[in-house]
């Protein structure tokens, strides 16, 4: 099992940045893939960004040019860095780390971390 525990985000307005975390423990010589998905009330849960196990990172339309993800290996932890906040990236946002092993993957979530921009 793998565990995710997300921080950060909060209330920001509009034009303005924040920073979300996450950190994983337990079973983690399995992650390969980390990333950040979001869902908004309503609305199916979407990419945010995704970053691979040698550091490739990878962004949803939506975000490209705004957010920024990073790694720390050492510490097992991704850093998604929100930059130029806009009202409709208002949702909460999901840690997602991939298990690989014995030919299959699993996928691991944490519980959420709203991230709410006022305009």
């Known amino acids: 099992q793998v565990q995710l525990v997300e921080s950060g985000g909060g209330l920001v307005q509009a034009g303005g940045s924040l920073n979300v975390s996450c950190a994983a423990s337990?079973?983690?010589?399995?992650?390969?893939?980390m990333g950040w998905y979001r869902q908004a009330p309503g609305k199916e849960r979407e990419l945010v960004a995704t970053i691979s196990s040698s550091g490739t990172p990878n962004y949803g339309e939506s975000v490209k040019g705004r957010f920024s993800i990073s790694r720390d290996y050492n510490k097992m932890t991704i850093y998604l860095n929100l930059n130029s906040l806009k009202p409709e990236d208002t949702a909460v946002y999901y840690c997602l780390a991939v298990c690989l092993g014995g030919g299959s993957s699993s996928r691991y979530w944490g519980q959420g971390t709203q991230v709410t921009v006022s305009s």
């Open positions: 337990g079973r983690i010589m399995c992650i390969g893939t």
